[in-house]
């Protein structure tokens, strides 16, 4: 782990520092480019000065003493290559050939010289050791920083002072976090709060709100769950009761068949309630694939064949479209749930139709009967959890339609209900998104 504000104060301490050598070169190197310029005229005007005199022999010079930047002055003969007037040096400097500005080397020291020929014997050479420039580029350059060297500090605890002070916020709505009750969902205070840290803080709010919707349906479910379970192990208890208490072997028979249909039925509850726990969106993780409708709709055809025959019902299928993406056995198990719950409901001698069509860019999957149909006042409501119409004499717990709607809404999809075959019945129709062409 790693500290927001350590990481923070050092970044900034790292760019203060190369800022600060930063400005100290650019600044040594405007301030020498100007000493140099400074000192070259100087250079140029001695030499020039010194030239103009006719009497240069008896020029007093007193330029060693009046400056702390010593200036050498030297007449050459160039014919004899004797000295005939030097100032600041005894030993002969070397003297370039055209006249301006030079830089020489003498007896390992550097010098920057300005040469001015007086006539073509004589020549005027003023110059000056290199490091003289440097020293007082130097000084130059030190002084203009002086002022922000001694700024340096105070504006490190500026920085120090402003991260503390920024990160202040974050750190008191972590403690708010921190000390929170377990079971507290209740959105967390914005009131005064950066937009940085707002945006934090409103994502932290929405999942709260998520996390708070979750719990509820989760008590919800739970309640209503007991609710259904209670009244099957009632029964089953019962049942128990009085193969215990059958006086013949026929009574005993019919009360243990009795508690083995009680078992069945428990068990499908069960069963059905893991289902619906299984098909939250938020938890399951299967990636959605191409999935072949045509073929899904002909197995459930097929294994449902059996059930639909024992009451005479007819079964179809027409698919007019191929496929559809999504999880193949969630949308199979959807279609189960909507066929079984068809063929419970049909009368006999009924018909059920199985169809898949692609209409506007989506894809419709209708599982329609002519059977006694479903009232319009209720067809909202058969999909909430437990919900069983009244008068129904169907056996069932109010969660096959619970499980489609959740599934549907895994495949983003919608599922109304219409009318059924030949004007009567009923037809739940699935749309979902087509496949991008």
């Known amino acids: 782990m790693y500290s ?18 930063a400005a ?3 600044t040594f ?7 140099n310029r400074f000192l070259d005229i100087e250079l140029r005007q001695i030499a020039l000065s010194v030239g103009s005199n006719k009497d240069w022999a008896a020029y007093p010079l007193r330029i ?3 400056t702390d930047n010593p200036v050498v002055i030297q007449i050459h003969n160039e014919k004899t290559n004797q000295i005939k007037f030097s100032e600041g040096l005894n030993e002969p400097l070397p003297v370039p050939q055209n006249s301006g500005y030079a ?3 003498h007896e390992g020291t550097a010098w920057r010289a300005y040469v001015h020929h007086i006539s073509n014997e004589l020549s005027v050479i003023t110059a000056q050791p290199a490091s003289v420039r440097v020293k007082l ?18 504006l490190a605890i500026a920085i120090w002072l402003l991260v503390t002070q920024g990160l202040a916020t974050l750190n008191r709505t972590a403690k708010i976090v921190a000390t929170r009750s377990p079971t507290s969902l209740e959105p967390i205070p914005t009131q005064g709060l950066p937009n940085e840290v707002l945006k934090l803080v409103e994502a932290l709010n929405e999942l709260l709100a998520r996390l708070n919707e979750s719990l509820e349906i989760q008590k919800r ?5 007991a609710h259904e379970l209670r009244t099957p192990l009632t029964a089953l208890k019962l049942q128990v009761q009085l193969a215990e208490r059958a006086k013949t072997p026929e009574a005993q028979q019919k009360a243990f068949s009795r508690l083995h249909a009680g078992i069945d039925r428990a068990t499908g509850l069960v069963q059905q309630l893991l289902t619906v726990a299984r098909l939250d969106p938020d938890a399951h993780s299967k990636p959605f694939v191409n999935v072949d409708v045509e073929h899904i709709l002909r197995s459930v055809s097929e294994e449902l064949m ?21 999880i193949e056995d969630v949308l199979k198990l959807l279609l189960i749930n909507l066929c079984d719950n068809a063929i419970r409901y049909t009368q006999a001698q009924g018909r059920i139709v199985l169809s898949a069509k692609e209409e506007n860019n989506q894809v419709i999957i209708a599982v329609s009967d002519n059977g006694p149909g479903i009232a319009p006042e209720e067809r909202e409501r058969i999909f909430d959890r437990f919900y069983r119409s009244l008068g129904t004499k169907t056996q069932g717990n109010g969660l096959g339609l619970a499980i489609v709607k959740r599934a549907v809404e895994l495949h983003h999809g919608t599922i109304r209900v219409t009318e059924g075959l030949d004007g009567q019945g009923t037809s739940m129709q699935i749309t979902l998104p087509s496949i991008e062409k």
């Not at 059996?306 to 007819?314: E, R």
Request: net charge negative.
């Open 221 to 225: 479910f739970a309640s209503d769950a």
């Open 103 to 105: 830089n020489i080397l």
């Open 4 to 21: 927001i504000r350590d990481r923070l104060l050092w970044t900034f301490c790292v760019c203060l520092v190369l800022a600060g050598i």
């Open 137 to 154: 580029a130097f000084t130059t350059a030190l002084h203009i920083l002086q002022p922000l060297i001694l700024l340096l500090p105070f």
């Open 29 to 35: 190197t405007s301030a020498r480019s100007e000493v």
């Open 24 to 26: 100290t070169y650019m």
């Open 306 to 326: 059996v059930l639909a025959h024992q009451k005479d019902i007819q079964i179809e299928v027409d698919a007019k479209v191929t496929t559809v993406s999504g």
């Open 64 to 66: 060693n003493q009046a």
